[in-house]
């Protein structure tokens, strides 16, 4: 997954008026402390003057240092990269990634993928990032990128997630939102207490058309709830900040939009701002360098 987050930041500050060629199998590895390494069994990628294939690679990226450096016995390549990125994760586990990307279809799919947030683990299985431009009409001369294509018509596929020491929705937040249904919030409440079993969120699915998303997803375990959002994003032209603005979120019968917005506040996330009803990404951080 990081070899996925290194390729994505690679090409989303390079317009295209196709996508780069990209075909890496089997990568497996780990990011902790500033540092990571991972192991792919084949790589193949044409990026602006890179053009590299490999057998039986290994990857170490270094976020002090600003680079990452791609070996295999007979060549070893050091590129110069920013991982700014990446401090809204503590660490991160990833097993089995593989990405394919040609003209017009970019994906990426994972068995398993572990996201760190402190003092937070998220696990996630079956996850498929994709965005296919194919029945967009562009030209040689057209100014596109891999982020233009995921925020035109992309999707993310997410099977399984389990909150492993998430125990609780904060359920204050939840009454404050929606007066009226104490006795249903109190039900979900009492059932939590009883069965101390970790959240389960199934079936996740997330799509994007010219800019505006929707996304669903069922909450298991002891809640039983499918979870609906909506609501639209962009990005500024010189590609630093992203900005996601959240219309309507549902959890059940039960309005979750700024309760969902609360808790992602109170997480404090690196170049992560909550601001009413809109949440900016800063993509570039000048942190380093």
Known sequence: MKMLMVLLCLVANVAFAKFPQIDIKGINGDYLDENGRAHA?????????????????????????SNLVIRDPNTTVTLEFNFSFLNIFKAI?????????????????????????????????????????TNIPTSDDDDFDILDGLLMTGKIVVEKMTFKD??????????????????????????????????????LKF?????????KALLDSYVNLWLNLAGSM????????????????????????????????????????????????????????
């Open 41 to 65: 069994d084949k790589a193949y990628y044409v990026l602006p003057k890179v053009k590299l294939s490999h057998q039986d690679i290994q990857i170490d990226f270094n976020k002090k240092d």
């Open 207 to 215: 799509s994007m058309d010219n800019g505006t998303f929707t996304g």
């Open 93 to 133: 586990g990833f097993e089995n990634v593989n990405i394919k990307s040609d003209e017009k279809v970019f994906t990426v799919n994972s068995d398993v993928l572990d996201l760190y947030i402190q003092p937070k683990k998220y696990q996630m299985s079956d996850v498929l990032v994709q965005t296919d431009v």
């Open 234 to 289: 962009k990005v500024n032209k010189e590609k630093t900040l992203l900005t996601i603005e959240i219309d309507t979120v549902k959890l059940g019968i039960f309005s979750f939009k700024k309760t969902l917005l609360r808790q992602l506040k109170k997480l404090n996330l690196d170049n992560v701002t909550v601001d009413g009803n809109k949440i900016l990404v800063n993509l570039k951080s000048k942190l380093f360098k």
């Open 166 to 203: 998430y125990d609780v929705i904060i359920f204050d937040d939840l009454r404050d939102e929606n007066p009226g249904f104490d006795d249903e919030i109190t039900t979900i409440e009492n059932r939590i207490n009883k069965m101390k079993i970790p959240l389960v969120v199934r079936h």
